[in-house]
């Protein structure tokens, strides 16, 4: 068995793609030009004090991760104009769900050319937009709807789109 190749992981190895509004044929485009997409697990926990300990004692009991986003609108981008859409529209329920997949790039999937992913839904949690002199910008969170699966995904145009490998 090859040893796994070790280093430093860099932020662009670990990309986010998003199923925008309308797409029926299984494609996830990049989220290209974001300035920020930071994830947070939200982890719920339950903490206690045992009588016959001097501290507490906690568990994780759940998750409920989300990531903060932020970008500069460019014009022709179709995530960057499916976010506008739920922001400007004030868009609610599940006209504001999303599904994303997280590819981890530095996670070979089972075939060439294919990687691991991690695909959940998002309700877009739209917080500000317009705030930069030099920039139209938008801002908000991707909060958890359900669980995550894990998938594998493949491309046929250099990471700009992908899809799940059927073979998976």
Request: charged content about 30%; some cysteine.
């Amino acid at each position: 068995m090859a040893e796994a190749k070790k280093g430093l992981v860099t932020r662009d190895k670990k990309v986010a793609f998003m199923q925008v509004s309308g797409a029926t044929d299984g494609t996830y485009t990049r989220m290209t030009k974001f300035t920020e997409m930071s994830k947070s697990s939200n982890a719920n926990e339950y903490s206690r004090k045992y009588v016959d300990q001097p501290g507490e004692d906690s568990d994780v009991t759940g998750y409920s991760p989300s990531y903060s986003y932020a970008f500069d609108q460019y014009v022709g981008n179709a995530v960057h104009d499916d976010i506008v859409k739920i922001t400007d529209n004030e868009l609610v329920g599940d006209d504001a769900v999303r599904t994303i997949i997280v590819v981890d790039f530095t996670q070979p999937g089972t075939t060439e050319g294919s990687y691991k992913a991690k695909k959940r839904q998002y309700s877009v949690i739209p917080d500000s937009d317009g705030d930069d002199e030099n920039t139209y910008t938008y801002s908000g969170d991707l909060k958890s709807k359900g669980v995550s699966t894990d998938v594998v995904v493949t491309t046929s145009d250099d990471w700009a789109t992908c899809k799940e490998s059927a073979g998976a």
